[in-house]
């Protein structure tokens, strides 16, 4: 029997992990992969648009791409440019660019396409959820026809911004409030497993052997992504956090959920962006986020290298 694809709309904002996301993503027979929405996060609005018309271009990946929000919905906008360099996805080289995005706003998009469909469909944002957020408050219909929102930020530990706070909610927490707050089943994978899944350079060493261009993408992004990871971070394997969102869409088991209330910090302080996991249900709320707390790292690496595999 045929097993049927799994829908998803793909919100990013590229970045190299992004980008290695909207690879494994694309061109993958287990996915219907119906647009991808883009949001302002790593670099400006206008850069990361920029980078994901290059990386499906690159590809011959057959979607659509569509510019979404410019800034956040409250606080002022931050970039990454730290970690991603200054067109946030410094390090490959690519041709002249053709592919342009698509007039719709990505907001419109993520509406349209879920209120005419007949299916429930995923989301999966790997960027600050400012996009997700506003189509919520425009059309609230929408949120029973999303499936679950499969995300990558957070985390029940330490932030890699601030002390206690991961980027893409410190981005924009009052997005991630109101999506974490929508009853939308959501999958949490923060930097509680997206830091065990570092791409040490055996591991690029891997991807590339397989000699394609999407392995040789992956390798001239991850060469540079680990050389700022090194001089921010001291780590010799940066992490890649973002495709932890598809391995999951392909392989659920690689990850060890716990069920648990989830808030995240709006308050100014120090704090700001903090995903606060109750794991031990101390509060006694009723749960809203299935967080991953584990990940089988070696299945990680082979959903990547499979991905990978289904470019010539």
């Given at each position: ?203 690029i060493d891997r991807m590339n052997a397989l000699g394609n261009t999407a392995s040789t993408l992956f390798k001239d992004m991850m060469e540079f992504y680990n050389k700022n990871q090194k001089q921010v971070f001291g780590w010799d394997g940066g992490p890649l956090h973002d495709p932890v969102t598809i391995a999951y869409l392909l392989d659920e088991s690689i990850l060890k959920l716990n069920h648990c209330h989830c808030e995240v910090d709006t308050n100014k302080g120090p704090s700001y962006g903090r995903t606060n996991c109750d794991l031990f249900n101390m509060q006694k709320k009723k749960p809203n ?24």
């Amino acid at each position: 029997m045929k097993t049927l694809k799994k829908k998803l709309i793909l919100d990013c904002d590229p970045g190299h992990d992004d980008a290695v996301a909207i690879m494994m993503a694309g061109n993958n027979p287990e996915l219907d992969l119906l647009g991808i929405t883009v949001v302002a996060g790593n670099q400006t609005l206008a850069k990361t648009v920029n980078n994901a018309l290059k990386v499906t271009q690159h590809l011959d990946i057959d979607v659509d791409v569509y510019a979404g929000n410019a800034r956040p919905l409250v606080r002022e906008p931050m970039y990454a440019g730290f970690i991603h360099g200054e067109s946030g996805l410094d390090g490959p080289v690519f041709e002249t660019l053709n592919k342009e995005a698509r007039p719709l706003h990505a907001v419109s998009f993520i509406i349209n396409t879920l209120m005419n469909s007949d299916e429930k469909i995923i989301l999966c944002p790997t960027g600050p959820l400012t996009n997700i957020a506003m189509a919520m408050r425009l059309e609230p219909r929408i949120l029973e026809k999303i499936d679950r929102i499969v995300l990558m930020g957070g985390s029940y530990g330490f932030g890699n911004v601030t002390p206690a706070a991961e980027f893409n909610i410190v981005a924009d927490p009052e997005a991630a409030d109101i999506v974490f707050n929508s009853g939308v089943p959501i999958i949490m994978c923060g930097l509680d497993v997206t830091r065990k899944v570092s791409c040490y350079q055996n591991i690029i060493d891997r991807m590339n052997a397989l000699g394609n261009t999407a392995s040789t993408l992956f390798k001239d992004m991850m060469e540079f992504y680990n050389k700022n990871q090194k001089q921010v971070f001291g780590w010799d394997g940066g992490p890649l956090h973002d495709p932890v969102t598809i391995a999951y869409l392909l392989d659920e088991s690689i990850l060890k959920l716990n069920h648990c209330h989830c808030e995240v910090d709006t308050n100014k302080g120090p704090s700001y962006g903090r995903t606060n996991c109750d794991l031990f249900n101390m509060q006694k709320k009723k749960p809203n986020v299935h967080v991953a707390v584990d990940i089988d790292v070696d299945r990680f690496w082979d959903i990547v290298e499979k991905c990978l595999k289904h470019y010539s």
